[in-house]
T-cell receptor
């Protein structure tokens, strides 16, 4: 167990809807990153939050947004869902911004129909 | 474009044998590398990491080798066990905020 928990574990949404995924980071970790993992692929970086500020973003459209709270937990929001958004969404926490091990949660499996 | 990739998508290993999983990277500026193991239905699990100022690092039953000259990374698993069956990813850190993953190698351990 990594101490990173995500909710929900599974979710089914309809195209065009909005979804919020949640992540509770490991105690003492102030950096949270979100990744999208399509079936059979490696995780793709979406964005990272450090002390409640977004400080890095991958090649994802603006309808992917996030938040980090004072307790360092985080949310990933996706608007106007598309079928291609179906994937495993992973949250990873780190103790800082430097090159350190990232601990992943078990992920949220999102299916868009 | 620059990417992290693995040489083989699948690897079948006899239980008790040693496994070697390879990874090629193209960004010479990357300075930190991690190997992850992902079992079905779970998130990636940290195995071992290595910084660019090192050539080799050992853990429990695992060894990571880094060859910066040819931009190659490998993970060696000693005495492979059935519980080692999983998808293995190498990841590189290209900045202070992003891990870039390859597509993964599926390791199957034969009894």
């Amino acid at each position: 167990e990594t101490g990173v928990t995500q909710s929900p574990t599974h979710l089914i949404k309809t195209r065009g809807q909005q979804v919020t995924l949640r992540c509770s980071s490991q105690s003492g970790h102030n950096t949270v990153s979100w990744y999208q993992q399509a079936l059979g692929q490696g995780p793709q970086f979406i964005f990272q939050y450090y002390r409640e500020e977004e400080n890095g973003r991958g090649n994802f459209p603006p309808r992917f947004s996030g938040l980090q709270f004072p307790n360092y937990s985080s949310e990933l929001n996706v608007n106007a869902l598309e079928l291609d958004d179906s994937a495993l969404y992973l949250c990873a926490s780190r103790p800082g911004q430097g090159n350190t091990e990232a601990f992943f949660g078990q992920g949220t499996r999102l299916t868009v129909v | 474009g620059e990417s992290v990739g693995l040489h083989l998508p699948t690897l079948s290993v006899q239980e008790g044998d040693n496994s070697i999983i390879n990874c090629a990277y193209s960004n010479s500026a990357s300075d930190y590398f991690i190997w992850y193991k992902q079992e079905s239905g779970k998130g990636p699990q940290f195995i071992i990491d290595i910084r660019s100022n090192m050539d080799k690092r050992q853990g429990q039953r695992v060894t990571v080798l880094l060859n910066k000259t040819v931009k190659h990374l490998s993970l060696q698993i000693a005495a492979t066990q059935p519980g080692d069956s999983a998808v293995y990813f190498c990841a590189e850190n290209r900045g202070d905020y992003k891990l870039s993953f390859g597509a993964g190698t599926t390791v199957t351990v034969r009894a």
